[in-house]
């Protein structure tokens, strides 16, 4: 699968932005889907995760009653909404597929890059404060 986030930005504190994830390949409805992030100088970190379904959904803690992840197979599309943007929240943000069916069943696993492939290029996100 390949993939290109989109819907990056400049945005003060507070605000929102929804980033989209598409995905070309007939099997993406097949796979996990997360959302990660890379500040410059950091380690690239887990914001979020989504089942094949869509119904399963994972956030690193500070996600948590901010963002939501979501899908739309029908569109081979995976979304994060961002609300309540802080400063700290600026980044690249990337999306990426899981590699396995076991991909999202630990904290440990669905947290990993390792765990995801088909990194393309990331998106842009500027908070201001």
């Known amino acids: 699968v390949q993939l290109q986030a989109s819907g990056g930005g400049l945005v003060q504190a507070g605000g929102s932005l929804r980033l989209s994830c598409a995905a070309s390949?007939?099997?993406?409805?097949?796979?996990?889907m997360g959302w990660f992030r890379q500040a410059p100088g950091k380690e690239r970190e887990f914001v979020a995760a989504v089942s094949w379904s869509g119904v399963r959904t994972y956030y690193e803690d500070s996600a948590k009653g901010r963002f939501t992840i979501s899908r739309d197979n029908a569109k081979n599309t995976v979304y994060l909404q961002m609300n309540s943007l802080k400063p700290e929240d600026a980044a690249v943000y990337y999306c990426?597929?899981?590699?396995?069916?076991?991909?999202?069943?630990?904290?440990?696993?669905?947290?990993?890059?390792?765990?995801?492939?088909?990194w393309g290029q990331g998106t842009l996100v500027t908070v201001s404060s």
């Open positions: 390949g007939r099997t993406f409805s097949s796979y996990a």
């Open positions: 990426a597929a899981g590699t396995s069916t076991s991909t999202l069943l630990s904290l440990r696993a669905r947290s990993s890059p390792g765990s995801y492939y088909g």
